[in-house]
């Protein structure tokens, strides 16, 4: 028998859906409108490629996982953007942080050749930023 599977969505979960929608659009999720209203706590954004970025509240969750608790500490997984150049890390960054997003580490020239930036959305989740340098 020959099983297979291929990667359909990634999800984070938020305290806020409105707050998270509004910080992802500024980093180019193509939320639809309306996203950000759900009455059930979830969002989808379909991607280039067509796997979906879900957001769903920790309400939402809870209501199919009643014992969900948020992880204590810093999550292993980061959600990354790649820009069109060094200046839109830097624009996007400073966006991002107005947005609600929380400044890790500014943007800098990284050795291994990109314009690099850290922060994290409004819930903590960790956000990379980065282009290649000279583009």
Not at 48 to 55: D, L, P, Q, S
Not at 72 to 92: E, K, P
Not at 100 to 123: E, I, T
Request: net charge negative; hydrophobic share 45%; proline share 4%.
């Amino acid at each position: 028998m020959t099983t297979s599977a291929r990667l359909d969505a990634f999800g984070i979960v938020v305290v806020d859906l409105k707050r998270a929608v509004d910080f992802y659009r500024v980093l180019g999720a193509p939320f639809p409108e309306g996203a950000e209203a759900s009455e059930h706590g979830h969002a989808e954004a379909t991607l280039a490629g067509g796997v979906r970025f879900m957001i769903d509240t920790e309400a939402s969750v809870k209501t199919f996982n009643p014992d969900w608790r948020r992880a204590a500490g810093m999550s292993g997984a980061s959600l990354a953007f790649h820009c069109s150049g060094g200046n839109d890390v830097d624009a996007i960054y400073e966006l991002a942080i107005a947005a609600g997003g929380r400044r890790v580490k500014d943007p800098w020239n990284a050795f291994w050749g990109q314009r690099y930036a850290l922060l994290s959305d409004p819930d903590g989740n960790p956000v990379d930023l980065y282009a290649e340098l000279g583009a």
